[in-house]
């Protein structure tokens, strides 16, 4: 995911591109997260809460992957669509969640300049992959209710190939480009970042020089990485709706209004906390503020993603049982 438009520059440090060659590295060797260091109580309350919060996403999300790569009647495009969902949201806590705990037990907890490069790079991976991931599952589910007969042949093994990877050499691209022209700024103090994690307008906030071409690129990425699926998903989604009404059966509308339901419920929470992280005022919160919308779409939409699809969908919960028979039969004998 792309970051917000943040223009913070000290007209102190604005550098010269002769000054710049000659200074050429920064100054910085580390970085200070401060997390919410101004309130030690509400620190301390957040450490428990997303430790569970980190413990229920690892177990969820490792319970969905084992299903769907078990069971064999799930290996079909809107179940492995979600074996890599799960992928993408169990690795998106493992690069936030532990740095995260140590600076909430703490109150200021430093990081090095080359983890924080790490950690913004994997952020942008895994957010642009399951930005894509989304939308190539609101395709499928189009195609699958709105197209049933030609649904085999718009969703076959190839295209679902591609799809997913796609999504994948997506993020890739995002986090390469838009990481490395961040730390390609000077970083010459302060290296206190105002944040719980390393991400991008926190830490262009530090950058001593104008990144007025990176806002440009930032604002135009936003657009492309995160509202153009975000449109395409509710055109696709208004087309479903359509289908979806013209069916005669009320049986089959429930179905397929079941079938849409879990997908649409995390399309809204990712889309809804992020757009309110990225495309938000520079001054229109407070960072305390930023922090916890941060924390919603980074935290809660992977813990959230395996209860809507586990509790919602009744194949995969008819896979569960079978799947818990089978491991109590095994111990039986």
Sequence with gaps: VTSQLTFNVDKNSIYSPTK?????????????????????????QLFGVFLVVYLATL????????????????????????????????????????QM????????????FASCFAQMYFILFFGGAECFLLGAMAYDRFAAI????????????????KLVMFSWVSGVMVATVQTTWVFGFPFCGPSE??????????????????TFLFEIYAFTGTILIVMVP???????????????LKMPSTTGRQKAFSTCASHLTSVTLFYGTASMTYLQPKS???????????LAYTSLTPLLNPLIYT??????KRALMKLWRRKVDLHTF
Excluded: W
């Design 146 to 161: 709105c197209h049933p007969l030609s649904y085999p042949t718009l969703m076959n093994k190839r295209v679902f190939m």
């Design 311 to 316: 509790l919602r969908n009744s194949e995969m």
């Design 284 to 294: 229109g919160y407070s960072p305390e503020t930023k922090k916890l919308m941060s």
């Design 193 to 210: 970042i105002n944040h719980l994690f390393c991400e991008t307008p926190p830490v262009l906030e530090l950058a001593c020089a104008d």
């Design 230 to 244: 975000f449109l395409l998903i509710l055109l696709s989604y208004i087309q479903i709706l359509f289908a979806i």
């Design 20 to 44: 710049m060659k000659r200074q050429n590295q920064s100054s910085v060797v580390e970085f200070i997260l401060l997390g919410f260091s101004n309130f030690p109580e509400l620190q301390e």
């Design 101 to 112: 705990l140590v600076v909430l037990s703490t109150e200021k907890t430093s990081i090095s």
């Design 59 to 98: 177990i969820g999300n490792a319970i969905i992957t084992v299903i769907i790569s078990l069971e064999q009647s799930l290996h079909v495009p809107m179940y492995l669509f979600l074996l890599n969902l799960s992928v993408v949201d169990v690795s998106f806590s493992a690069v936030i969640m532990p």
